[in-house]
């Protein structure tokens, strides 16, 4: 029930955290942007275009049937990447409600929230059926029975939980796909797009921005993850980045615990799409 009240009311939640608002008349270009790509992506109705005003560079896809669907930007995305990077940030997102994202991981995570609460049911249960019961018969075994099961479905439902963050990955590695394929060119400046929001987000964190915190409370839903650390290490220009992050094994400690893909690996599944 929770996630279902999540998403009918998630999308003014969002609004009210991240402060977005329809985009204005000086920001034009982005509606066309966003228009054309989703004319090319064959979706039935134009995504509406919103702002953040937050100075991270990031962009989110979000909404229901009932609020519809939208694109937003945040202001750092605006101010640091050029038109053409974000215009392939922009492909992703659209991707997103293309592959109807949003609900695809609403109703799948249904399922591991129903196992971990049948599972405390009967743990809390079995507690306290042994706990009044072994009063009365001490030789009574259905009570630790109950707890044993519910603690496995603990268990289980932990171990589902990990499927859907995989399958979250696997989400924006189709969102990253679809960017790379409606966009001439859409591999190669996506790569450019996600690695200036990494470096840039890293330079943001390392002289305390306090918006890298505002920004981290619903980050499954942005582009990249923006609490990423490269380093400190100087770059000339935007592809000697691009390559650095590639040569590294992984940015991620633990990617089975994330949402996102590790950036390494994501920069180099874009390679397959520069020949098409």
Known sequence: MIH????????????AIYRVRPVSAEYSWLVETVRRIAE?????????????????????AYGNIFTGYKVAVTKGLINN?????????????????????????????????????LGQVLIRYGFISGALGG???GRNSSPLLLAGVGFGLVVVSFIFNLFVLYLSRLREYYSDS?????LPGGALKLQR???????TSDSLRRVG????????????????????RVGGRRFYNI??????????????????????????????????????
């Open 40 to 60: 090319v992506s064959g979706l039935s109705k134009v995504p509406k275009v919103m702002i953040a005003n937050i100075d991270i560079p990031n962009a989110f």
């Open 178 to 182: 679809h960017a790379a394929t409606v």
């Open 193 to 199: 797009a996600l690695a200036r929001i990494i470096v």
């Open 81 to 117: 990447l050029p038109r053409d990077e974000v215009e392939a940030v922009i492909a992703h997102e659209v991707g997103h409600i293309k592959h109807k994202d949003v609900e695809v991981m609403m109703i799948i995570s249904i399922l591991p929230a129903l196992i971990y609460w």
């Open 135 to 137: 009063r009365r018969d």
């Open 4 to 15: 279902i009240i999540q998403w009918l009311l998630g999308p003014k939640i969002i609004e």
């Open 239 to 276: 592809d000697e980045v691009v390559e650095y992050l590639k040569s590294l094994k992984s940015l991620t400690p633990l990617e089975i615990l994330s949402t996102h893909p590790d950036p390494a690996k994501r920069l180099r599944f874009l390679d397959r799409f520069k020949n098409i």
């Open 209 to 228: 921005s306090r918006s890298i915190s505002e920004v981290s409370k619903f980050k499954a839903l942005l582009i990249a993850d923006p609490e990423l």
